[in-house]
């Protein structure tokens, strides 16, 4: 009898098993390429996200690895053979835009490819917000599970988010990870989903946990290995986490969003050379804990 076995998927100190608990992303590739947007736009409601291996032209994405991994260099985070170096330092080029606005980033997420995409998606010119999230991820770095709404909600809700992978992340190198089926989670979506961080003060990572997430909660996982160029796209209200990197090599992406440009965008996230205000201005306001609002949420 042959049995086919497959590691668990480690997620820091948390493991699940595919197939039961974690499931491979299913590729939405084959309708980009047929140009067919209707089932795309169906796949996205559906199943709150779409997967498109090899959405960016690979060769862009190797050119926007290396100037990334250069300005790592630069700052001490490499060793000679390209792992990370000793310092372990993880890197958000969020405001460094000398960086994370370089053409060689832009010609991913503002490329020609990337808006034509959006302008069919949703039907109309689109933009981008002026801030980027471009991550350079040393070992243990991750994000804990949140709706991005959370974050990035004001305006129109019809936001769509894209993180894009530009270095190789397998399984182990910290990839995004989601909460299966969160985005028709009433219950979530009314208490935790309807916080805004900055005007409520409220935490906005709804958890640190992976075990509570699926044994709690009762989501499944959805990842995959991730090649420079592969890309997830999500809406406001779906959940996700990044895994931590256990690899001694960088994690790299870019988290960008897109919205129909005659729609209403979320002020905090426009402003020229890295002058936007972004979340957490007002920092003196202590932040309610998590678990304080579960338990008025019921949750
Ligand atoms: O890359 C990460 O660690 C988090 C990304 C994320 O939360 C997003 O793309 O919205
Ligand atoms: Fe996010």
Known sequence: MTTTTRAPFRFGEAQFEWGEEVFALQDSSPLVHDGNFDALRARLQNDG???????????????????????????????ADGTISDKNLTFAFFRDTAISHAPEILALTDG???FSFYEQLLGGDVLTFDKRWLRAMAQGGNNG????????GRGTP?????????????????????????????RLKSTYGATDVDRDAADPVFSTDPREIVDYFGFKLGTTNFEPGDVLIFP??????SAPNLDNYYRISIDT???????????????????????????????????????????
């Open 49 to 79: 996200f779409l997967f498109i291996r090899g959405f960016h032209p690979r060769n862009l994405a190797q050119k926007a690895e290396a100037w990334v991994l250069e300005a790592i260099r630069e700052r001490g985070g490499l060793n």
């Open 112 to 114: 020609g490819h990337t």
């Open 145 to 152: 599970f949140h709706y991005d709404k959370v974050y990035v």
């Open 158 to 186: 019809n936001k769509l988010t894209m993180w894009s992978a530009i270095s190789d992340i397998p399984l182990e190198r910290g990839p995004l990870v989601m909460a299966l089926g969160s985005h028709q989670d009433e």
């Open 236 to 241: 406001m209200l779906s959940m996700h986490s």
């Open 257 to 299: 969003r897109y919205q129909l440009a005659s729609e209403e965008t979320d002020p905090r996230f426009f402003g020229e050379n890295g002058t936007w205000q972004g979340n957490f201005a007002n920092k003196d306001r202590p932040i309610t804990p998590i678990a304080e609002l579960k338990k008025q949420w019921g949750l």
